[in-house]
């Protein structure tokens, strides 16, 4: 009986995830992460975090998910979309990733794990979890990886063999046992179209990434003057990059989300590059109002507009 329960249990979870909006549910158990440790270890002892001091914060919480939740036997991973029906429409403009079109994904990833917990409250019991949202030291995608839910690629990130990489990933950390997916195979094969691309070579390996050669990392990251010597290496991002995901093979088959407050505003796709380069700070409290854009600040994406010039 025991265990139909667990079977039942992980039913119910991965149904009212995928209602509430998700588009993948995957589970594994809490447990220490051997495998991640000593690439965590050497990651920072070789400072590819650069100013992301918070990457060195709480290190064996990111490797333990027991010291976050007391008592955590299972660790939900989800994927949310967030691939974008549209594209800005100049195509000389300054660039920004897709996460950041529409409202800041912190927020809506938050209320939507607050729901599916308080549902396993109210249809399982009592049940222990915290939610997390790219907001605590946890390593999103290896978990995901763990679930089932795709494999780490050659530029670090989680990809999915039906529909590419472009997903936020969250977690519920709960105390209690579920039925556990196992891991899909790697598909990047000889590919290296990645690593190729990257116009700053962050990617300085296969699956090995410098986080602070990143143009992510120049544009949001890094609060002081951007080095010159990546002056002209930006390839018109000012607010994160995605080539190592755009050129990606994978890609070819992902979606427009349907997540209405994922939907970029039409003032901001339409903005011409002139426009940009004139952004007054009122422009940019209208157009990034609820969105991830405002973690640069005004000073901050205008530091950005000007530098690739």
Not at 57 to 81: E, W
Not at 226 to 245: A, E, L, R
Request: glycine residues 6%.
């Amino acid at each position: 009986m025991a265990i139909l329960k667990i079977a039942d249990y992980t039913q119910l979870i991965k149904t009212e995830a995928l209602r509430l909006g998700f588009d993948y549910c995957g589970i594994s158990k809490a447990d220490f992460l051997e495998e991640e440790a000593p690439r965590l270890e050497m990651w920072l002892s070789k400072n590819m975090h650069g100013q992301m001091s918070y990457m060195q914060n709480h290190f064996d919480k990111r490797l333990d998910p027991r010291l976050l939740v007391p008592g955590a036997k299972s660790v939900i991973s989800l994927l949310l979309n967030y691939y974008p029906s549209e594209k800005q429409k100049d195509l000389t403009a300054p660039k920004i990733s897709k996460y950041a079109f529409g409202d800041d994904y912190h927020f809506l990833i938050k209320e939507k794990l607050n729901q599916l917990l308080e549902y396993i409250k109210n249809n399982i019991g009592e049940v222990d979890g915290r939610a997390f949202a790219d907001s605590a030291p946890i390593l999103d995608k290896a978990w995901a990886k763990k679930s089932g839910m795709g494999w780490i690629g050659k530029n670090s990130n989680l990809i999915n063999k039906n529909s590419g990489s472009f997903y936020f990933i969250a977690e519920l950390i709960v105390d209690l046992e579920l039925e556990y997916d196992n891991a899909v195979k790697d598909y990047c094969g000889a590919c290296t179209r990645c690593i190729d691309a990257c116009p700053t070579n962050a990617i300085i390996a296969p699956y090995s990434v410098n986080g602070s050669k990143c143009i992510s990392y120049f544009t949001i990251e890094l609060k002081e003057n951007i080095p010159s010597q990546v002056k002209g290496q930006f390839d018109n991002w000012m607010f994160g990059c995605d080539i190592c995901q755009d050129v990606c093979p994978w890609n070819r088959f992902s979606k427009p989300n349907k997540e209405k407050r994922f939907q970029p505003k039409d003032e901001l796709l339409g903005m011409k590059k002139e426009e940009w380069q004139e952004l007054t700070e009122e422009t940019f409290k209208r157009i990034f109002k609820n969105s991830a854009v405002k973690r640069t600040k005004f000073i901050g994406l205008k530091r950005n507009i000007e530098f690739i010039k």
